[in-house]
């Protein structure tokens, strides 16, 4: 098994930065794609962001030149850092990791998830 704990959200006015934070735990033997999604209430949960084990990124057009993703791939983590922040980028941030094991193969974690609010 594979935890994901996340870190850092919060309440921040507009046009503030937050910085999320992720590490995964448990048993892994390789860690290939993590990433952040977000979800509001009554609708499906969006990418936000993605980053490959060699470092390669995927955004989504409304936060790219905003959001940046990073990892470390020796302490097994991911972060978001969130710029110029909008009342529309409200939600609940999900960390994802694509784990691999050598029993059972390619297997996708989720975080609880955390709280991010962008309000005056």
């Known amino acids: 098994q594979v935890q994901l704990v996340e870190s850092g959200g919060g309440l921040v006015q507009p046009g503030g930065s937050l910085r999320l934070s992720c590490a995964a735990s448990g048993s892994i033997f390789s860690i290939y794609t993590l990433g952040w999604y977000r979800q509001v209430p009554a609708k499906q949960r969006a990418l936000v962001a993605v980053?490959?084990?060699?470092?390669?990124?995927n955004y989504a057009d409304s936060v790219k030149g905003r959001f940046t993703i990073s990892r470390d791939n020796a302490k097994n983590t991911v972060d978001l850092q969130m710029n110029s922040l909008k009342p529309e980028n409200t939600a609940v941030y999900y960390c994802y990791a694509d784990v691999w094991h050598i029993s059972t193969g390619l297997e996708t974690y989720w975080g609880q998830g955390t709280q991010v609010t962008v309000s005056s």
């Open positions: 980053i490959s084990s060699g470092g390669t990124t």
